[in-house]
């Protein structure tokens, strides 16, 4: 098996692309986290807020996108709560997630946001509709699904991870813990010599016992009943040869949306950094495509008003 650096330094070569700095933001009444926001080329340029993968961090899954979105939309990323520069918590909750993004867009001004999310990203990006409608102007999400357990493996999994995850609370509720974590993340983030050496810092930077905790909270999800409620333009994007969320689960989840758009990508469920090449490309045709459907949509609600 491989180790990290072997992963990092085998297949994260991309010279291209540019890491934007950032900046730890402090969310009143929750806590503090790690935000970039990357201007786009007009002030008044769309914003499409980006929410990352299960055990990594925002910059880790986004940075190859980063700058080719910024030459259309101003572009957010921010770690999401127990992931590197998160923020901590006794809980780990969905909700709790999607609740944060809100509270980081209304910090930086963001009144209205094309919302991206990625494997777990995009299950949080589902409840960032469901409980702040009004900041979502479209949704795209890659590697999605409405619900992790459905066959009976999966079912005995998720609860043994849950089971498991309940005797570390205690440690999740530790103060010293919680900022050895936010040390620990905080000491791994010098400058970069090299996108290898930043991209092994950030998967060290979200501890094993944090993605367990995530893990156990994604196995609870389920947005079925409420998928076809969604009203904003959504695209979906499909990982044609993802083994971690199968691919007919993705398809089904294009289905379930009404008037989703399909895009597909060659690709395994690492695609989004591990193959960029493929990946980036279509995740700008599933942007470009909700951000016309968005203005469309704002256009017939002032015509019909």
């Not at 001004?109 to 409608?133: D, F, K, L, N, T």
């Not at 999740?172 to 050895?180: D, G, L, N, Q, T």
Request: charged residues 20%.
């Amino acid at each position: 098996m491989l180790s990290p650096r072997d992963l990092v330094d085998r297949r994260f070569y991309l010279p291209w692309a540019r890491i934007p700095d950032g900046e730890v933001l402090e969310l009143p009444g929750r806590g503090s986290t790690f935000v970039t926001d990357t201007p786009g080329p007009r002030p008044d340029s769309p914003t499409v807020v980006l929410l990352h993968a299960l055990a990594c961090t925002g910059l880790l899954t986004w940075f190859p996108a980063v700058e080719p979105l910024s030459r259309r939309y101003r572009v957010i990323t921010l770690d999401q709560r127990w992931h590197g520069r998160g923020i901590r918590s006794e809980e780990f909750s969905l909700v709790d997630c999607a609740d944060d993004v809100a509270a980081v867009a209304q910090a930086l001004g963001v009144e209205q946001a094309i919302v991206v999310g990625y494997s777990m990203g995009s299950v949080v990006a589902q409840r960032v509709w469901r409980q702040h409608p009004g900041l979502v102007g479209g949704l795209v999400l890659g590697a999605s699904t409405d619900r992790f357990q459905k066959a009976p493996y999966e079912r005995l999994f998720f609860t043994g991870v849950a089971a498991s995850m309940g005797g570390m609370r205690t440690v999740a509720r530790s103060r010293a813990a919680s900022a050895a974590a936010r040390a620990a993340a905080v000491a791994l983030a010098g400058e970069p010599t090299d996108v290898q050496d930043w991209a092994l810092r950030e998967l060290r930077s979200t501890s094993p016992w944090a993605a367990g905790q995530a893990l156990a909270a994604l196995g609870r999800h389920h947005s079925r009943p409420w998928l076809g409620a969604i009203d904003v333009p959504t695209a979906v994007i499909a990982m044609m040869r993802d083994r971690v969320i199968p691919t007919p689960r993705q398809l089904a989840l294009a289905r379930a949306v009404p008037g989703a758009t399909l895009h597909q990508v060659d690709s395994g469920h690492a695609g989004v950094v591990l193959e960029s090449e493929k990946f980036v490309p279509v995740l700008l045709e599933a942007v470009a495509t909700v951000n016309a459907r968005r203005r469309d949509v704002w256009r017939t609600r002032r015509r019909v008003r």
